[in-house]
């Protein structure tokens, strides 16, 4: 049975007919790789931009958020797991499309809605329905924002970026080991931070796990790759909860985030802590 290589991340799946990859909803239809939940949402909500976190893009504004299932990492300690995390079957889902969401996203405007947010879980999975998406949006005077791992290959990556106003990029340690752990790769990250900061805003967060990415040693030097990039790409230094598969760890001390804060602040122009 020949296969077909879907080449949206650098997972690659080679898939079958009726099979699906690594993410989980998107697979081989009809000898074609689409995403098999297309319009189908996991929630939408209008939220303070804030919340992405974006902190130097239209701040006080709101946008509407929007976010399906499926992710294309493994984080035992996922923040968003009851979405990124569930099969189809698991959630409640809304059944839509690129025009309704844009129809929703413009009728907000008057509450200060500035437009669409990509988000809650990894939406490089549903690469299909947020490029359609987005390329409404964009026609109708929205904004569009990506709130992403960042693990997605170059070429599908700049096929999206000029519908793309601002993204936030997790970059969840800073050596390939960290990554391995999360089914992921450093420096495809990486070079995502550094293609798309080329070409609309970036904000990058870093999400401070105890006993995995907060050594001082680790973080300085997140910053001073940053730096290297563009020392005015705002870096927000998150806190962690317990989540998921991880629920044996206590949240991120804040003492700690203040002080990873200062390192990265001798770095970078814009270092935030959030979630405190």
């Known amino acids: 049975m020949s296969k077909i290589k879907c080449g949206i991340c650098p997972w690659n799946c080679a898939l079958a007919e009726g099979e699906r990859g690594f993410c989980g909803v ?5 000898g074609k790789i689409v995403n098999v939940n297309y319009g189908f949402l996991a929630v939408a909500s209008l939220d303070p931009i804030e919340k992405k976190p974006l902190k130097n893009f239209h701040p006080g504004s709101k946008i509407l958020s929007i976010g399906a299932n499926g992710c294309n990492m493994r984080c035992p300690h996922c923040q968003n797991f009851s979405f ?16 309704e969401v844009v129809e929703v996203a413009k009728q907000y405007i008057p509450q200060g809605n500035i437009g669409l947010a990509f988000t809650y879980n990894e939406p490089v999975t549903m690469y299909d329905f947020m490029m359609d998406t987005a390329k409404l949006s964009k026609e109708n005077g929205l904004i569009n924002v ?5 693990y997605i290959n170059e070429g599908p990556l700049k096929a999206l970026l000029p519908y793309i106003d601002a993204m936030n990029i997790d970059l969840k340690y800073f050596n390939e080991e960290g990554y391995k752990k999360i089914a992921g790769g450093l420096e495809t ?14 904000e990058v967060t870093w999400l401070v796990v105890p006993g995995e990415n907060d050594s001082e040693a680790e973080l300085e030097e997140a910053a001073k790759w940053l730096a290297s990039v563009n020392k005015d790409i705002p870096l927000h230094i998150t806190r962690f909860f317990p989540m998921y598969k991880v629920l044996d760890k206590k949240p991120t001390n804040k003492e700690l985030l203040y002080r990873l804060a200062d390192i990265a602040k001798k770095h970078l122009t814009y270092v935030y802590v959030g979630n405190v």
């Not at 099969?87 to 889902?93: L, Q, S, T, V, Y």
């Not at 990506?146 to 960042?150: A, E, P, R, W």
Request: charged letters at 30%; glycine letters at 4%.
């Open 26 to 30: 998107r697979g081989n239809v009809d």
């Open 84 to 99: 990124a995390m569930a099969a189809k079957e698991e959630i409640d889902m809304m059944d839509t499309d690129p025009n």
């Open 189 to 202: 990250v990486k070079r995502s931070i550094e293609v798309a900061s080329k070409e609309c805003h970036v």
């Open 146 to 150: 990506m709130v992403t791992n960042g």
